[in-house]
């Protein structure tokens, strides 16, 4: 039996390879006060990710849905709430990971102080501020991930001994 011919829809080639355009950057004034650090940034969680040499220092988040927690977030350490709360009063844990007190604090951008605070942020930031700003941990694999790995390091070894067994006879 024959197939049909089926009528295949023209593909417009000029949108083929149209490229998406990129998101505005978020709270761009904040990468502008950090540019004597020359940061890079990573897209995270659909937020920009701001590092300084090997530390992740903030994120930048303006969302149109859930905006509670837009603004800027500092990676900081439970420890050092209470010094940086004194700086930045309106500093709060993120709603968005769900717990109480997080090491993540935002500086709301809805805050009546939220420029100033956030050019305070980027001050600390310059002067090497050790409350602000981690080292990321080593990512970790998945269960699934690391049973992949550990049966293909088990069929290498098993492939090993074979061969040996082979070689000897």
Not at 111 to 122: G, H, K, S, V
Request: glycine share 4%; hydrophobic share 40%.
């Amino acid at each position: 039996m024959s197939k049909r011919n089926r009528a295949m829809p023209a593909l417009r080639l000029d949108n083929a390879f149209a490229v998406r355009p990129r998101k505005a950057v978020p709270h761009q004034f904040v990468l502008d006060a950090l540019t004597a650090l020359s940061p890079t940034t990573r897209p995270m969680f659909g937020c920009l990710a701001v590092y300084v040499a090997d530390k992740i220092v903030l994120v930048l988040r303006d969302k149109r849905e859930q905006t509670a927690d837009n603004g800027v977030w500092l990676a900081t350490t439970v420890d050092h709430h209470d010094s940086l709360r004194r700086e930045f009063p309106n500093m709060r844990s993120i709603q968005a990971l769900g717990k109480a007190v997080t090491g993540w604090q935002v500086l709301p951008a809805d805050a009546p102080d939220f420029e100033e605070a956030a050019l305070l942020a980027c001050e600390r930031i310059l002067a090497r501020d050790p409350r602000i700003g981690r080292v990321p941990g080593a990512r970790r694999t998945s269960p699934s991930t690391a049973t992949k790995a550990r049966r293909s390091q088990n069929l290498a070894q098993a492939s090993k001994a074979s061969a040996k067994r082979g070689a000897g006879s």
